[in-house]
C-alpha cells in the first residue's frame, strides 16, 4: 500500500469489483525480466531436460501467475479497505509488485492493522491453494504445470514474507505502525518509528545491491539498490504525508488564500489576456469574473485551441468553462482535502468561492511554504 504520489502515468488495464487495475511503464521491464529469468534460469535449474520452447511458455505462464498473485495480494487490502470506508482508488503494478493506493490515511489502528494483514494472509492462502495441487496433482499433471504451480506456491510465500518485513510502508511497517499508534496513541510519531525502520531496511538493502555488485552479480545488485532507493523515498514521502496531515488537519483553505485573487474580465480579448496577465502572472487559470459574479475561467490549454491570428478579436468569454467542480472549493474545505483535489485533477492552483464569488486563490506553493513554516515552529 502507498500513498498515490508515487506514479506518474499508469495505464489502465480493467476494472476488479471497482477498482481500477493499472500498469507503471516499469512494470513492462519487470515482467519481461521475470519471464527470462524463468525460462533460462528458475526452471531450467529445477527440470534440467525440457525443451526450449517448454522453458519459455513456463516463463510466460509464471510471469502472468505473479502478476495475478500480486494483483490478489492488493485487492484484499482494497477489500479490507473499503470495509472500513476508506476511499481507494485502485491498484497499481510497478516495479516491485503491487500498491493498493489510498486517498486517505486509515483512522484508527484496527483499521491500519487489519487492511495491511489482509495482504500477506490472502498470499499466504492462495500459495497453499498452489502448493495443494501442486502436491495433489503431482502425479496426474504434466511436469511443466506442477513446476509452475510449485513456483506459484513459492513466490507467493516470498511475496508474504517480503511484505512482512517491518519496513515502513511494507505491509510489516504498516502492522508495525498501527501498533505503536494504538500503543502510544500518537500517529506521527508512531510513523516517525516505523520510517526509520523503513529508511534503514532500505539502506541495508543498498548495501547488498553494492556487494552483489562487486561480487559481479550485475541484476542482483541493481535490483537490491533499486528496491532501496525506493524504501528509502516512499518512507520518507508516506512520513511527511502524515506531517501535512497533522499540520492542516482543521486549517480551511480561507487561511492560505491571497487576497485579492487576479482575475480576468470576460470582455478582453485572448491577444489582452496573454499579454497582461498570462506573461505577467505565469498562471495557466485565471477566473473570470464579472462584477463580483464568477463566470468560469479561462485555462491556456483553451487558449492553444483558438489560432494565433484570431487572438486578438476573440473575446475571453467565448473560450470561457465551466470550472465550478474543478478548479474550486468551498472556503472551509480543509487544506488536506484540497491538497488531494490538486493531486487526483493534476492542479496547481485552486479557486475558493463562496455563493459564487471568488474569495481567493490558493496555490500549491503556498500550502508548501505554509507547511515548513508550521513545521519549522512546531519543531
Ligand atoms: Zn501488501
Known amino acids: 500500500m502507498a500513498p498515490k504520489t508515487l506514479f506518474?502515468?499508469?495505464?489502465?488495464?480493467?476494472?476488479?469489483?471497482?477498482?481500477?487495475?493499472?500498469i507503471d511503464a516499469s512494470w513492462i521491464f519487470i515482467?519481461?525480466?521475470?519471464?527470462?529469468?524463468?525460462?533460462?534460469?528458475?526452471?531450467?535449474?529445477?527440470?534440467?531436460?525440457?525443451?526450449?520452447?517448454?522453458?519459455?511458455?513456463?516463463?510466460?505462464?509464471?510471469?502472468?501467475?505473479?502478476f495475478a498473485s500480486i494483483i490478489f495480494h492488493e485487492l484484499w487490502h482494497s477489500l479490507v479497505a473499503r470495509r472500513f470506508d476508506l476511499p481507494m482508488t485502485g491498484i497499481t503494478l510497478f516495479l516491485f509488485g503491487g500498491m493498493a493506493e489510498m486517498d486517505e490515511e486509515p483512522q484508527r489502528p484496527m483499521a491500519e492493522f487489519a487492511m495491511a494483514i489482509a495482504?500477506?494472509?490472502?498470499?499466504?492462502?492462495?500459495?497453499?491453494?498452489?502448493?495443494?495441487?501442486?502436491?495433489?496433482?503431482?502425479?496426474?499433471?504434466?511436469?511443466?504445470?506442477?513446476?509452475?504451480?510449485?513456483?506459484?506456491?513459492?513466490?507467493?510465500?516470498?511475496?508474504?514474507?517480503?511484505?512482512?518485513?517491518?519496513a515502513y510502508p511494507l505491509d510489516g511497517g504498516r502492522i508495525l505502525r498501527s501498533a505503536l499508534w494504538r500503543w502510544k496513541g500518537?500517529?506521527?510519531?508512531?510513523?516517525?518509528?516505523?520510517?526509520?525502520?523503513?529508511?534503514?531496511?532500505?539502506?541495508?538493502?543498498?548495501l547488498l545491491g553494492v556487494v552483489h555488485l562487486l561480487a559481479g552479480n550485475l541484476v542482483g545488485g541493481i535490483w537490491h539498490a533499486i528496491l532501496g532507493l525506493f524504501l528509502r523515498s516512499a518512507a520518507q514521502m508516506s512520513y511527511q504525508q502524515v506531517l501535512m496531515q497533522e499540520s492542516f488537519e482543521d486549517v480551511p483553505v480561507l487561511q492560505l488564500i491571497k487576497q485579492p485573487p487576479v482575475t480576468v474580465s470576460p470582455q478582453i480579448?485572448?491577444?489582452?489576456?496573454?499579454?497582461?496577465?498570462?506573461?505577467?502572472?505565469?498562471f495557466k487559470?485565471?477566473?473570470?469574473?464579472?462584477?463580483?459574479r464568477l463566470l468560469g475561467c479561462v485555462t491556456t490549454r483553451a487558449v492553444k485551441?483558438?489560432?494565433r491570428e484570431q487572438w486578438s478579436t476573440t473575446r475571453v468569454d467565448s473560450i470561457i468553462v465551466d470550472c465550478a467542480q474543478t478548479h474550486a472549493v468551498d472556503p472551509h474545505t480543509p487544506v488536506t482535502k484540497a491538497l488531494n483535489h490538486m493531486k487526483k485533477n493534476d492542479l496547481s492552483r485552486l479557486m475558493v468561492v463562496e455563493d459564487g464569488r471568488v474569495k481567493g486563490i490558493v496555490s500549491l506553493k503556498d500550502i508548501l511554504k505554509a507547511f515548513s513554516t508550521r513545521r519549522e515552529l512546531e519543531e
Do not use: C
Open 305 to 307: 485551441e483558438i489560432p
Open 285 to 292: 487559470m485565471f477566473p473570470v469574473v464579472e462584477g463580483d
Open 186 to 206: 500518537d500517529l506521527s510519531w508512531a510513523t516517525h518509528k516505523a520510517a526509520n525502520f523503513g529508511a534503514g531496511f532500505g539502506l541495508v538493502l543498498i
Open 119 to 166: 495482504g500477506p494472509i490472502a498470499s499466504i492462502v492462495i500459495g497453499a491453494v498452489f502448493y495443494l495441487i501442486y502436491s495433489w496433482g503431482g502425479d496426474y499433471l504434466p511436469v511443466p504445470l506442477t513446476e509452475v504451480l510449485w513456483y506459484l506456491a513459492f513466490i507467493n510465500w516470498v511475496l508474504a514474507a517480503f511484505n512482512l518485513i517491518p
Open 269 to 282: 480579448s485572448i491577444q489582452e489576456l496573454i499579454d497582461d496577465y498570462v506573461y505577467s502572472y505565469h
Open 31 to 66: 515482467a519481461l525480466l521475470v519471464v527470462w529469468a524463468l525460462a533460462a534460469g528458475f526452471f531450467p535449474h529445477r527440470q534440467p531436460d525440457l525443451s526450449q520452447e517448454t522453458y519459455w511458455l513456463m516463463g510466460v505462464i509464471g510471469a502472468l501467475g505473479l
Open 8 to 22: 506518474s502515468n499508469p495505464i489502465t488495464l480493467f476494472k476488479l469489483f471497482g477498482f481500477a487495475v493499472r
